[in-house]
Antibody, heavy 118, light 112 residues
Framework: QITLKESGPTLVKPTQTLTLTCTFS??????????VGWIRQPPGKALEWLGI???????RYSPSLKTRLTITKDTSKNQVVLTMTNMDPVDTGTYYC??????????WGQGTLVTVSS | QSVLTQPPSVSGAPGQRVTISCTGS?????????VNWYQQLPGAAPKLLIY???NRPSGVPDRFSASKSGTSASLAITGLQAEDEADYYC????????????FGGGTRLTVL
């Protein structure tokens, strides 16, 4: 059974850097085709694809956020870390990490709400 | 504004059939990228509903099906039930976005 859980601050100030950790179990990055992605959802709005890291260290990012995002993985800890710089109130929302197999997200974390406010 | 366009809302009575469209372009759906569908119940994380064109994960009833034609895809739900009331999202990839993923704007399904 695959499980994922996001953790990190619930409140960040504008211009600060957000760091979220996704801790997972039930799979490993040793399997070809595996990835872990990040998706966010502002309150009452649609899902937004942020980025993904694959088993072979390939990284893909949303072009609109590429300059602010970094996704890394720590295979020894079964963790994936999302870093987003220069946070703004419009970045407020629920952030999800999800297991990816090929092109789809088949298991999701519960999400963590991040509020950006001074 | 997403590159995948979905109607904001659809509705249907119990037992009826509804469809949700996902309109893209030649750089995403039309380019042959897979279209996946997710269901998000109120207050919950999204759940994979359909993957790789028209495959259902274990546990998803066969009342849910999908199709694709040209630059568009559709999700069909037959025998509508009250528990189907949720937000539905299509998802694909886009070659003009450095092959990054993209979600549709979402469709709220209301069961009357």
């Amino acid at each position: 059974q695959i499980t994922l859980k996001e953790s990190g601050p619930t409140l960040v100030k504008p211009t600060q850097t957000l760091t979220l950790t996704c801790t997972f179990s039930g799979f490993s990055f040793s399997s070809s085709g595996v990835g872990v992605g990040w998706i966010r959802q502002p309150p009452g709005k649609a899902l937004e694809w942020l980025g993904i890291i694959y088993w072979d260290d390939d990284e893909r990012y949303s072009p609109s956020l590429k300059t602010r995002l970094t996704i890394t993985k720590d295979t020894s800890k079964n963790q994936v870390v999302l870093t987003m710089t220069n946070m703004d109130p419009v970045d407020t929302g629920t952030y999800y990490c999800a297991h990816s197999w090929m092109t789809y997200f088949d298991s999701w974390g519960q999400g963590t709400l991040v509020t950006v406010s001074s | 504004q997403s590159v995948l366009t979905q109607p904001p809302s659809v509705s249907g009575a119990p037992g009826q059939r509804v469809t949700i469209s996902c309109t893209g372009s030649s750089s995403n759906i039309g380019a042959g990228y897979d279209v996946n569908w997710y269901q998000q119940l109120p207050g919950a994380a999204p759940k994979l509903l359909i993957y790789d064109y028209n495959n259902r994960p274990s546990g998803v009833p066969d009342r849910f099906s999908a199709s694709k034609s040209g630059t568009s895809a559709s999700l069909a739900i037959t025998g509508l039930q009250a528990e189907d009331e949720a937000d539905y999202y299509c998802q694909s990839y886009d070659s003009t976005l450095s092959e990054s993923g993209v979600f549709g704007g979402g469709t709220r399904l209301t069961v009357l």
